[in-house]
C-alpha cells in the first residue's frame, strides 16, 4: 500500500476529532474520502502531512511510518497538498510559482546562487522548462508569464496543481478542488486530473462535489462524526444505507 492509516484517533481536548479511522490508498488509484460537514475530513489530511499529530494510531507512506515526521520532510518523501483555500502567489508569474515548488529539488548551492555561476544557470533553466511542461498538464503555459493575479479561480485552482506536481509527489493530495467552481470548469478539472494520473500519480481526494468524486473515484471512504462508515466502490457508496442517512437524515432516506 502506497498510504495506511491504522486505528487513527485525534482529540483536541475533551473533544474527540476521529476515532478509530482505517482505510488504504494504493499506488496509482484516485481514491476519494467524502462526508458531511464537520466530519473530519481536513482533520486526515492535516494529519498525514504532519501538520497535526494523531493522538492514537499509526500513519505509513511506502511502508515508513511518518506519524512523528515534520511537514517538510513528508513533501521531501513524495507527498503534496493543496488546499481548500487557494495559496498561489499572486504577485508572481504562473512559471515563477510553479519554479517556487521545486526548490526542494534544486541542487546548485548558495555560491551558485550568489555568483550566478554556470551551473545555477543551467539548473535554473531546467526548472523553468519543467515549470513549463508541468503547466502544459494543466493548459496554462499559454499564460506561463502572465501575473497568478489574472488567472480566474479555476485557473488559480490549476496552478495550485501544477506547483504540488513540481514537488515530484508520489502522492497528490486534493482538499476540495472544484470548491467555487462552475460546471464547466469542474468538466475540465476532471479532465486533467485524469490525465495527472495517466502520467503515474496517485491521487487522494476530499471533495463535496459527488458527481465529482462518484466520476472520478475508483474506491471511496465515508467518514462521518470521525469513524469510517463505508469503503468501498462509487456503486456501493452511492448505495449503502448507512451513508444515505448520514447525508440525507434517517427520515428522508
Same mark, same amino acid.
Given at each position: ?88 502567489? %499572486? ?14 529539488? &534544486? +541542487?546548485?548551492? /548558495? $555560491? !551558485? @546562487? ?43 485552482? %490549476? ?14 493530495? &486534493? +482538499?476540495?478542488? /472544484? $470548491? !467555487? @467552481? ?72
Amino acid at each position: 500500500m502506497l498510504l495506511e492509516l491504522k486505528q487513527i484517533s485525534k482529540n483536541f481536548g475533551g473533544l474527540q476529532v476521529l476515532q478509530g479511522v482505517e482505510f488504504n490508498v494504493k499506488e496509482g488509484e484516485i481514491f476519494g474520502l467524502i462526508g458531511p460537514n464537520g466530519a473530519g475530513k481536513t482533520t486526515v489530511f492535516n494529519l498525514i502531512t504532519g501538520l497535526l499529530r494523531a493522538s492514537s494510531g499509526s500513519i505509513a507512506f511506502n511502508g515508513e511510518d511518518i506519524g512523528s515526521v515534520a511537514p517538510h520532510k513528508i513533501t521531501e518523501r513524495g507527498i503534496a497538498r493543496t488546499f481548500q483555500n487557494i495559496r498561489v502567489f %499572486k504577485e508572481m508569474t504562473l512559471l515563477e510559482n510553479v519554479v517556487v515548488g521545486m526548490h526542494d529539488h &534544486l +541542487d546548485y548551492g /548558495v $555560491a !551558485g @546562487m550568489l555568483l550566478n555561476l554556470g551551473s545555477f544557470r543551467r539548473v535554473e533553466q531546467q526548472a523553468r522548462e519543467r515549470a513549463l511542461e508541468l503547466l502544459s498538464w494543466v493548459r496554462l503555459d499559454h499564460k506561463a508569464h502572465m501575473l497568478a493575479d489574472s488567472l480566474s479561480y479555476g485557473e488559480q485552482r %490549476k496552478l495550485e496543481f501544477a506547483r504540488a506536481l513540481a514537488t515530484k509527489p508520489k502522492l497528490l493530495l &486534493l +482538499d476540495e478542488p /472544484v $470548491a !467555487g @467552481m462552475n460546471p464547466a470548469e469542474k468538466t475540465e478539472l476532471m479532465a486533467e486530473i485524469v490525465n495527472i494520473k495517466q502520467r503515474g500519480f496517485s491521487i487522494f481526494m476530499i471533495e463535496h462535489d459527488m458527481r465529482f468524486v462518484m466520476g472520478l473515484c475508483e474506491r471511496i471512504a465515508v467518514l462521518n462524526f470521525g469513524k469510517i462508515i463505508a469503503e468501498g466502490t462509487p456503486d456501493q457508496i452511492k448505495n449503502n444505507q448507512e451513508v444515505i442517512e448520514a447525508y440525507l437524515g434517517k427520515e428522508e432516506a
